[in-house]
């Protein structure tokens, strides 16, 4: 049996425990052991909320995804470590005191000339260790676990801050799916208008079959593309309430909400902003508290190489069958420690710690980097939005008049059918450019909020607006 357990593959659950070969599968229990991720955890519902399910808002949204999204319970649970390990770090600066009860009981062996002794001792005692002086050893480790913890929180706002972006975003494009299905719906019925209109026109002469025909085929579209938007809108649905960190097939819904928001621009510079961003984005000051962090450890290996001086003591009593009314003892020792040689290993680990910084500190300049980077194409991604929010406003007005002029003359039956068709379907796509123009400039915005640092926990961006009466983005 020891042989056979030390050669070939260990079972798991009666089946071998990796597959045969680089090219199959393995082949799993035929009842797996149980899980306690076998069901998905029940979203937490506050019971307002619960209520109102039907209608959510925006503020709504993001605190249903604060509460559920895996990711913040992550980092708040990480960052909560982090506090203990400093708290922990701290105690380096008091004594260590430790109690112990020890209890013996012997008995030895009859030889010539000596009887057989039987003795019980009990020994109650206290130690005290307590390091009183070293250089820069204790508070080098305590800095490091403090901005250890520093980088930790600000790690848990940026995380933060991300699900509140990734949930508007799903936000955003629900409501444009939604926006479009109401759009691709009101095509349909005009296309239907086309079609009545048509035969009308068919009946007395003034149109020919071909032209019943182009309208049936473009009510067809018109219901294809209904068809496609429903299956979109179906589908930002579910990825909304993932985001939340729910079930994609709960029954709940937004609230109405008018798409056609105002649309403005930013009267800050980019420069302005990216000044701003260095100063609130969490990712990049937890890059820099990691920095600080990795300078302490640099103290912590060179305090190794320093003398110390420690004090440490015991004191007890000893109990025992031949001094029953016990005896106390105790020991005092102050003692310096002068590090000599250790294989080169001290010095070494010195030189890890100060690599280590500079690896940090190129980290955080790369990720100072990355936030001008990711500010400034925010801030031209945002006001070219905006001047798609004009335009496509424009070419909607221009839309809907060539539609209603077309249509006119067709069924004055002085137009054409495919002129009518053509304006039906430039004006389907000039609202469906206006509906995705403006809720992308809104997603833009948070995407700029979240880029500078102050997109907050209920999805809202202090960034200011004003209006934009040219239509164009002004420069930089």
């Known amino acids: 049996m020891l042989v056979a357990g030390c050669v070939g593959t260990p079972s798991v659950n009666g ?3 990796t597959s045969p070969a680089p090219n199959a599968a393995w082949t799993p229990p035929a009842t797996p052991p149980e899980t306690t991720l076998t069901k998905p955890p029940a979203a937490a519902l506050p019971p307002d909320v619960q209520r109102r399910i039907d209608s959510l808002g925006l503020g709504d949204v993001v605190d249903i995804a604060l509460s559920n999204n895996p990711t913040t319970q992550i980092s708040w649970s990480n960052a909560r470590a982090a506090a203990d390990a400093y708290g922990a770090a701290k ?14 009981s012997l008995q030895t062996v009859q030889t010539q000339g000596r009887t057989a002794v039987q003795q019980t001792y009990v020994f109650p005692n206290a130690t005290i260790n307590w390091l009183l002086l070293d250089i820069g050893g204790r ?5 490091a676990a403090k901005n250890t913890l520093i980088a930790a929180d600000w790690t848990h706002n940026a995380t933060i801050q991300d699900v509140v972006l990734q949930v508007e975003s799903a936000l955003f494009n629900y409501l444009a799916a939604r926006a479009l299905l109401a759009a691709d719906s009101t095509s ?3 296309a239907q208008t086309s079609v009545d209109a048509t035969n009308e026109q068919h009946k007395v002469g003034l149109a020919t079959i071909a032209d019943v025909l182009q309208a049936r085929t473009a009510l067809s579209q018109a219901k294809l593309n209904l068809q496609s938007t429903q299956g979109d809108y ?3 649905r579910g990825a909304l309430a993932v985001s939340m960190g729910l079930p994609a097939n709960i029954p709940y819904d937004i609230a109405p909400v008018n798409v056609l928001i105002p649309v403005g621009i930013l009267p800050d510079s980019v420069d302005t902003l990216i000044t701003q961003a260095l100063h609130a984005r969490p990712d990049f000051a937890a890059a820099r508290a990691q920095y600080d962090a990795a300078l302490e450890r640099i103290r912590v290996a060179r305090a190794a190489r320093l003398p110390s001086l420690a004090l440490s003591g015991t004191g007890g009593r000893t109990y025992s069958s031949a001094l029953p009314s016990g005896g106390n003892s105790y020991t005092l020792q102050l003692g310096v420690s002068i590090p000599v040689f250790a294989g080169f290993s001290r010095l070494y680990n010195q030189r890890q710690a100060e690599a280590e910084a500079d690896a940090a500190l190129a980290q955080a300049t790369s990720i100072q980097q990355q936030v001008i980077f990711q500010v ?6 945002l006001q070219t939005a905006a001047g798609r929010v004009h335009t496509a406003d424009d070419l909607l007005n221009s839309a809907t008049q060539t539609e209603e002029v077309t249509l006119g003359r067709y069924k004055a039956g002085v137009g054409s059918i495919l002129d009518l068709l053509t304006a039906q379907s430039a004006l389907a796509s000039a609202r469906a450019q206006q509906i995705q123009a403006r809720l992308e400039w809104r997603t833009a915005l948070t995407q700029l909020a979240h880029d500078v640092g102050v997109l907050d926990t209920h999805g809202q961006s202090p960034l200011r607006t004003v209006n934009d ?7 930089r």
Do not use: N
């Not at 508070?139 to 800095?143: F, L, R």
């Not at 009466?469 to 420069?475: E, H, I, L, M």
């Open 15 to 17: 089946v071998a425990g």
């Open 91 to 104: 105690g380096q600066y008091y004594p260590q005191v430790d109690l112990a009860v020890d209890a013996v």
């Open 139 to 143: 508070s080098g480790s305590i800095g």
């Open 188 to 190: 349909v019925k005009e």
């Open 234 to 236: 179906l589908t930002t």
């Open 376 to 381: 400034f194409s925010s801030y031209y991604t």
């Open 469 to 475: 009466t040219t239509g164009t983005p002004p420069p």
